[in-house]
């Protein structure tokens, strides 16, 4: 399991360059929304000047700041790359902010397909600075092939499922998560994607796991939860009737074996987002 950096435990600035807003930068708005104690600037000139309230209508009193530099007066220990652009990589532009960070000693967590812990410069400059790159998108070595071992816990598997991306399964997971140990219940939050392993600490990236071991990835998550928890909130990805992502929608499906399901959709979108259908 993802079980590096606790961004809990940082100082996060985020780095969300030319890109601030709630759909533009999902990772700096849960950031923002589920470690607000732990954030303390938000970095994008564009919008410098303003409170992040402003803009995303969610932490109030955390600054937007023009570059590194004025953020490190608020004395950061981790830079959070706060987007996750189409294809998964680092914007070329934002390397020399990666370089002065990691001068200044600060961790980076990154929640891109590009992999910077195997970035041969990134990671040299890193190792000679004492700071880690936290890829929390990077999936474990040797995962299994599912064989329905889900299916024998004793713990209840919730997957939240949806109508389309970016439909609030991974928020309703969380939420509901929160509001279960809120009532006395043992419950778990099991996150499948780089954003909810930020904020949770834990889990698997399963759209960064090659196709043959994406349910087994599930069916690990599972197994985990369940050895210490009575009730686990697995996070959902995509949807079964997505064009791109609907593969993993169904390994998590077989891998997980849920008990139950919670739909999220979003009542104003006809169609999937960026397709005809």
């Known amino acids: 399991m993802v079980k590096q950096l606790q961004p809990k435990s940082h100082r996060i600035a985020i780095l969300a360059e030319g890109s601030f807003g709630i759909l533009e930068s999902k990772t700096a708005t849960v950031l923002v929304r589920y470690l607000p104690e732990n954030v303390v600037a938000v970095i994008d000139s564009e919008n410098a000047g303003r409170d992040t309230s402003e803009i995303i209508e969610i932490g109030e009193g955390i600054p937007v700041v023009q570059d590194l530099a004025e953020a490190m007066q608020f004395k950061p220990t981790m830079l959070a790359i706060g987007i996750a652009p189409p294809g998964g990589e680092l914007p070329h532009a934002w390397r020399a902010i990666l370089h002065e960070a990691i001068h200044n000693r600060l961790h980076v967590m990154s929640g891109l397909h590009q992999f910077l812990s195997e970035d041969a410069e990134l990671a040299e400059l890193a190792a000679s600075h004492e700071v880690l790159l936290w890829d929390a998108r990077k999936p474990p070595a040797n995962l299994p092939v599912a064989t329905c071992k889900a299916d024998d816990v004793d713990a ?14 991974m928020l309703s997971g969380i939420e509901v998560t929160r509001t279960a140990r809120e009532r006395g219940l043992d419950a778990e939050f099991c996150p499948t994607g780089q954003n909810g392993i930020m904020v949770w600490g834990w889990g698997i990236a399963i759209d960064a796991v090659v196709s043959d071991f994406t349910a087994g990835a599930a069916e690990q998550i599972v197994l985990e939860g369940a050895a210490d928890h009575s009730l686990l909130i697995v996070e959902g990805q995509g949807s079964l009737v997505h064009p791109g992502y609907s593969g993993v929608t169904l390994s998590l499906l077989h891998g997980s074996l849920p008990d139950a399901m919670i739909f999220c959709h979003q009542p104003s979108r006809d169609t999937v987002a960026r397709y005809t259908v």
């Not at 209840?156 to 399964?169: A, E, N």
Request: glycine share 14%; net charge positive.
């Open 156 to 169: 209840t598997v919730i997957l939240t499922v949806g109508s389309d991306c970016r439909v609030g399964k």
